[in-house]
T-cell receptor, first 116, second 111 residues
């Protein structure tokens, strides 16, 4: 069965960076993507970005494009989201999800709390 | 406008049928983009319930069904059970946002 496991909670200072990992296991194809979304306290879900793990293509929301870097290691099926120049507005629960298509999240990780 | 509108809450008794609405705009549902539905039980990660308007992932009971028409979509649950209590979110793609867009979620209470 598919499992999506994220790295643990992070506490960061303003101006620093955070890197969250997302490991996929149990998925039989090597062609898939990872969508990243976040939810700030009291707010709704916001899409952060997407990476095609197979070829490395990425896309991200315009408001974060200058600060977010999405990467993935095909050998380990681990994806990473790095967010720079953190502010208190970046405090949120960050989720990754396996995306068989870019359009949605098929399997979600447990979430990683990033506190700035 | 980049928005998917969901009512904040719905309720129903065990065994009943309930529906969740999701109203979009011409930049998302009205543009023909698929709608997807997630269930978030407190303390657990969200779970995909319906994708591409009407399709159920493996393991999702056929009590859950989805539909879409023009700028609106619906999720229906039949044979309501206490364990269905959760928040239900719709999600689509938005051309103005150029990315995924989520509704605000509807909380289901099973009376």
């Amino acid at each position: 069965q598919v499992q999506v496991v994220q790295s643990g909670a992070e506490v960061k200072t303003p101006g620093s960076s955070v890197k969250v990992s997302c490991k996929i296991s149990g998925y039989t194809s090597n062609i898939f993507g990872i969508n990243w979304v976040r939810r700030a306290p009291g707010q709704g879900f916001q899409w952060v970005g997407w990476i095609n793990v197979y070829n490395g293509n990425t896309d991200s929301t315009q408001s974060l494009r200058d600060r977010v870097t999405l990467t993935a290691e095909t050998s380990t099926n681990i994806a990473y989201m790095e967010l720079n120049s953190l502010t208190s507005d970046d405090t949120a629960l960050y989720y990754c999800g396996l995306a068989t298509r870019k359009t949605h999240l098929d399997f979600w990780g447990q979430g990683t709390l990033v506190s700035v | 406008q980049s928005v998917l509108t969901q009512p904040p809450s719905v309720s129903g008794a065990p065994g009943q049928r309930v529906t969740f609405s999701c109203t979009g705009t011409s930049s998302n549902l009205g543009a023909g983009y698929d709608v997807h539905w997630y269930q978030e039980v407190p303390g657990a990660a969200p779970k995909l319930l319906i994708y591409s308007d009407t399709l159920r992932p493996s393991g999702v009971p056929d009590r859950f069904s989805g539909s879409k028409s023009a700028t609106s979509a619906s999720l229906a649950i039949t044979g309501l059970q206490v364990q269905d209590e959760a928040v239900y979110y719709c999600q689509s793609y938005d051309t103005s946002l150029r990315g995924l867009l989520f509704g605000g979620g509807t909380e289901l209470t099973v009376l």
